[in-house]
């Protein structure tokens, strides 16, 4: 029999986390060492073709009132139904400590991959209504992450905050990873700032809207914003006033959610990308815009300085700062052109697809071990 490999993570199909899961299982698949299961509690379209087994936990839907620690005795029912012979985490929630427990005790293989700085920051929680769920949620995590058998980080910042948050040492820090760019790049059009993410609050979005009302006065440049709406819960008020922005904003538009493929034949044609996200792990977006020539600017994200250091996007700090960069690469081609040079030469000789064939590596010597 072959090893059994188990993807726990609470969505099969979303965001950036979960195409780095594809791309792994991808790489894992084309060995044809293992069998390999992904468990989710949300399932994406039951019936498509896929390269694994898809295991649902529990009954899909909404996250459970409390949080995924509700789904304990789910996801131990189908991991002793499984038998893995190594659990693969992903995406810090309950499932997290969950993963741990069972590990520990049938002596199983955990391998946490860090998705966000956050997760390896003991007492931070991002805002939210439900403050018992929260609270849960991070206590398994931080259960999780001193009981894993191995961890995973994307950037030596993450290993830093392991360390002093828990007193671990990352076994590995391994930079996400894209396939080269398929799509022919036209930027022949009208120049194009793009956004792109989910409508959440600490995405904020809002920030995007103010910077395209404060270049209004840039001729013929589009602001394009991509991105599911937020869900309502909690949210509505926040919700209803940034579409009401949008809406209201003449030189900006939203094209609402779209697939990894759309959104990378947009960025094919677009030559300025903005992050303004309060905090993130490594944005998959970086990597996709660095491979497709499009000039990266953060208003706060810049994962071990990344963009600073290595000259591969602008930095800006401030409000201000972000309109005065994009301002300036909008209005000075040959510096938009330096920053897509250098980012299309780290994307590629750091993010390539070399780093998921060093996961798979990671995988087959915890198995071997394992088995020993």
């Known amino acids: 029999m072959k090893p059994r490999l188990c993807i726990v993570n609470p969505f099969e ?79 810090a929630c309950a499932y997290t400590g969950i993963c741990a427990q069972y590990a520990r005790r049938h002596s199983v293989p955990l391998i946490w991959h860090v998705a966000h700085d956050t997760d390896v920051s003991p007492t931070v929680l991002d805002p939210a209504r439900n403050i018992v769920r929260l609270r849960l949620e991070k206590w398994a995590v931080n259960f999780g992450a001193r009981r894993a058998t191995r961890i995973v980080v994307q950037t030596a910042h993450q290993a830093q905050l392991l360390q002093s948050g828990f007193g671990r040492s990352a076994d590995a820090i391994i930079p996400n990873f894209h396939p080269p760019a398929t799509e022919t790049l036209d930027k022949s059009g009208a120049l194009t700032v793009v956004w792109i993410a989910n409508l959440k609050p600490w995405k904020q979005p809002q920030e995007f809207v103010r910077l395209a009302r404060s270049l209004r006065d840039c001729r ?58 309060t905090h993130e792990g490594f944005p998959n977006t970086f990597i996709q815009s ?25 930095s800006a700090h401030s409000a201000s700062g972000l309109r005065d960069a994009v301002r300036r690469l909008i209005e000075h081609p040959e510096e938009r052109a330096g920053y897509v040079e250098r980012g299309r030469a780290h994307a590629t000789a750091h993010h390539s697809l070399r780093n998921a064939e060093e996961l798979v590596g990671l995988i087959d010597r915890e198995c071997a071990h394992a088995d020993r």
């Open 13 to 91: 199909h979303g965001g950036g986390a979960e195409y780095q899961i594809s791309l792994l299982i991808d790489a894992a698949a084309a060995s044809d060492r293992y069998e390999i299961f992904y468990l989710a509690h949300c399932v994406d379209q039951p019936d498509r073709g896929r390269n694994y087994r898809i295991v649902q936990i529990g009954r899909g839907g909404a996250m459970p009132r409390l949080g995924y620690i509700m789904e304990a005795g789910a996801l131990n029912r189908t991991l002793r139904q499984i038998g893995p012979s190594l659990i693969y985490q992903r995406v």
């Open 220 to 277: 013929g440049v589009r602001f394009v914003m991509l991105g599911a709406p937020a869900p309502m819960a909690g949210n509505r008020s926040w919700q209803e006033a940034l579409m009401s922005d949008i809406r209201e904003t003449a030189n900006l538009e939203y094209v609402g959610q779209k697939s990894h493929a759309e959104v990378n034949a947009i960025l094919a044609r677009s030559h300025i990308f903005v992050n303004t996200s």
């Open 290 to 314: 660095w491979l497709r020539d499009v000039a990266v600017v953060s208003l706060n994200v810049d994962p071990d300085r990344v963009l600073e250091q290595k000259g591969v996007g602008i």
